[in-house]
């Protein structure tokens, strides 16, 4: 299937990993890249963990399925880390893009990753109360995922954010937004 | 030359676009999971004044079919979406929409029924009215709940045809799942779908008529619903026709079934909707190691295409049969049933699996195709009697 990229998203209801996963999706799309993201609906109930799943290919995407063996998982709620194995299934050699204020050693354990796995630590909370003024750490944490994957690029991310985000909100919240994503990709500790 | 705007969307905004695009007179619907942004996005259209469509907010999906019905008697292009309970609480009206040869469209999303509650994707609505007398189309994905969407206002609308058409879509997989879709103008969609003319409106018709009249012993019943069942089976070539008028447009191909390496195939696996790119990624993987593997997925249920499919499947060594609901008590579920009823003209017998799979939305892993496939080797080499049975149950 060409270049195929399977991310899985954790995240709790309300978080806006459904939002981060459309934002990756769409700057991908943009690029010329197929993509499908598809959010795993339960019972809605803000706070619930849920996952999302995103695919990102240089080919048509056939299958309609759920990821079981992403090459990127992104936490976006350390505290779901006691509850979802978030490392299930990774392929080898794949990456962790998680939202925490912990350092990426205390991560690593936390998570039991594997000496292959690549660790990214954002403290996206703390950027996006910095920035946006609400903990919303979604924008951020796909700025440190396409840091470190190149997945996207953070440069057709910002324009991709101007582009969706200036048909309904004000300057001020897209300025905000573009300075999160340039504070993640400045403070992100990769391990 | 038709403009296309390429999009990330959701199979619900596809098909709120479709209808948009159609700009039918009225459309009265009622909210329910998986639907409900079909729904939602159309009323948005409504009230951004970006339709002339009038919308009838009802208290059922009871009522939703019933205004609808009265509307397109009326002389109205008809729209509604619904799903799941939704449709069972239509089943009344199924019956009169079709036995009084309305041309209303209605989008389903595809959900498993209760009891136990569960929201998410399977076939059981649909094949609750599969009896009913509509027109049904299945899609793969977003893409294909537009391009099937649009085609069923030519198809419904047709003068030879005026019979329901129902256009569903998988529960979340493609009602929620954002794909890359293309979007076409909306002179485009204009041009290709026209106007509704009515034959015989209860308004605005050259006499006073009336429409599903009493027709008991005596009558004409009995001689209607003969008409009837000409009518849908007498629909196939103007299915064709148009869904194929919109392929020269869209430059996507438009058939009964859409076959995958089955000219030469061995094993053959059948499928209706989204499962249908899982079970061709593992025919591939399967070709690439010198299996024979191919798929037909169905894209047209009713009228079911028998003789298509016949020629399609002919040649194969064993056929499976993927069915996303059960008919508990009958011999197969519903896709395996048609499946086998078609089979049984050819001079030769084509061994057959049938497998109940992702009820309730259970995920649709590559390895139960592969499971499936591996069977229909075992079948055929006579190591694995007929029969049905549950794929990826835990």
Redesign the interface.
Known sequence: MGQLTEIRWHARAGQGAVTASKLLAETALMKGSYIQSMPEYGPERTGAPLRAYSRISSEPIEVHNNIVNPDVVVVLDETLLPIVDVLEGIKPEGTLVINSAKNRDEIRELVDAGDDIKVAVVDASRIALDTIRRDIPNTPVVGALAHITHIVSVDDLKENLIKTFGKKFAREIIDANLESVDRAVGEVQVA | MAEVT???ATGNMMVAEAFRQAAPDVIAAYPIT?QTAIVENYAKYVAEGRVHTEFVAVESEHSALSACVGASAAGARVVTATSSQGLALMYEELHIAAGMRLPIIMANANRALSAPIN??GDHSDVMGGRDSGWIILFA??AQEAYDNSIIAFRVAEHPAVQLPVMTTL?G???T?????CELLDDGTVEAYVGKRRPQNPLIGGAAPVGHGMFASLGGTYFELKQAQRRAVCGSAPHILTEGQKWAAVCGRDFDFIDSFACDDADYILVVLG??A??A??VAKELRAAGIKAGVAKIRVFRPFPASELRDVLQGAKAVGILDRSDSFGAPYAPVGLDVRTALYDLDTRIPTRNYVYGLGGA????DAMRQAFSELQSLAAGHLDQGLSYLGTR
């Open positions: 390429v999009l990330a998986p929201i998410h793969e994905t998988d979340f997989i493609t929620h799942a954002m794909e890359r989204s499962a790119g899982n061709r990624v995920d649709v892993t590559l």
